[in-house]
């Protein structure tokens, strides 16, 4: 019936709509004979239009949930991030406030170990290409 009133909406009268009914007939008869699944019922048909459009809607809420939560990580963050420069900020106010100075040492320290003698004494040739062995 269902092919009727959609047949019946395209054609202009009765007997060519049942000519095309028989047509669309023909054609599931020949797909079965060749193998084919042929899905024309119509309950089942709407089961699965009523399961994919709730399946839709689910993963839209949870889509919805999941950006609310990434949302609410972000501002959180974000919000720590803020609240750690101003207390950086704060410290280093505090610091300057303080006046607290470095207490000068009365030792030398030495720079590097192995290299604290006297630079003249110790001065290695450098060699190039044009020149050879050369002393700097």
């Known amino acids: 019936y269902c092919i009727l009133f959609v047949t019946l909406n395209i054609c202009q009268n009765f007997s060519q709509a049942q000519e095309e009914i028989t047509k669309i007939k ?9 193998g084919v699944k042929v899905k024309d019922n119509p309950t089942l048909l709407k089961k699965t239009i009523k ?26 963050k974000q919000k720590k991030r803020k609240d750690n420069l101003k207390a950086r900020a704060q410290a280093k106010i505090e610091k300057k406030i303080s006046g607290k100075k470095k207490t000068p040492t009365n030792k030398k320290r030495k720079a590097r170990p192995g290299f604290e003698g006297n630079p003249t004494k110790a001065v290695k040739p450098k060699m190039t290409l044009q020149t050879g062995y050369k002393k700097v």
């Open 26 to 34: 023909a054609k599931k008869a020949l797909l079965k004979a060749g």
């Open 51 to 76: 399961r994919k459009e709730f399946k839709q809607k689910k993963t839209k809420k949870d889509w919805a949930a999941r950006v609310a939560t990434v949302k609410k990580q972000a501002d959180l």
